[in-house]
């Protein structure tokens, strides 16, 4: 059944864009991220303009991880204090982002910076996630328990002013630090789509020293105020956000994500690791091989207003 996507301006299979939003679901319940960086590729490689893919993308991170976080906050795992902190740099980031996604738009070079960057960030994350499946694997072959190893502070980052303990971590940063970070990831939302939760995650863990039963949903939570800003500023500012697609996509995604929880109790964090990086091994290879190839249409007029 075909359906006509307003903002997109074309046609498209509405069966298809819901088992598209159900595969992204299926891997946000798996690994606890929004998603966005598996969707948006893919909406790509369906003819949906990538300006588009990206804008619509947001609206469905916001609904699959509330889902998530409410869980997560049922069992206690969410540190609210950091996460406020995070979200207070996350929403500079998306301005800031958005900002320079609106101007990349008019002078006609949003598509081919959102390929390149996509290419750049999903190769990177192929090759850190097959390094921690590794690491994964030979702790389970020798008994012991995955140790991540945090990076050491600059003496300037460590002494940083309005310093706080923050109880459920029970950690003591400057506020600064994770407001710092939270920007970093809310650019990233604004240019690029994604929910941040992978990028994020690692930050926790390695510069942040998180305890790690508290990052997903602490992650979650951040994902939620921080993709709802840059879909609403999308909306505002480069009227890009395709409400019919963000529906269909947002049906699939809402029963993905509950399949994608239960097998994450399933398979070993390795194989999932693995696999993950394979599939963005493939995503990446297939966005550059993209960019070789003659396009259908050599010519294509756009509004610079």
Known sequence: MHIYL????????ALHLILLGGVAGLFSGLFGI?????????LIFMGIPPAISVATST???????????LSHLKHKRVDVQMGNCLIAGGLV???LGIWIFSKLQRVGQIDLMITLLYISLL????????????????ARKNGT?????ALTLPRWVVNLPW?????????????????MLGMLSGLLVGLLGIGGGFIMIP???????????????????QIIFITAAATMLHALTTHAVDMVLAALLLIGSVIGAQYGARFSHRIPTYLLRALMAALLIIVAARLAYGLFITPSEIFTLVSTK
């Open 6 to 13: 307003p903002i997109a301006e074309l046609s498209g299979n």
């Open 34 to 42: 929004g998603g966005g960086f598996i969707l948006t590729p893919m």
């Open 59 to 69: 609206n469905m991170i916001v609904a699959s991880s509330f889902s998530g976080f």
């Open 93 to 95: 980031g998306v301005g």
């Open 123 to 138: 190769s990177t994350i192929s090759i850190l996630m097959i390094r921690e499946a590794r690491h994964m694997m030979q």
């Open 145 to 149: 328990e995955v140790r991540f190893a």
């Open 163 to 179: 310093q706080i303990h923050f109880t459920r971590s029970d950690i003591t940063h400057s506020a600064l630090l994770p407001v």
């Open 203 to 221: 930050m926790m863990l390695y510069i942040l020293r998180m305890p790690i039963n508290v990052t997903i949903g602490t992650s979650l939570f």
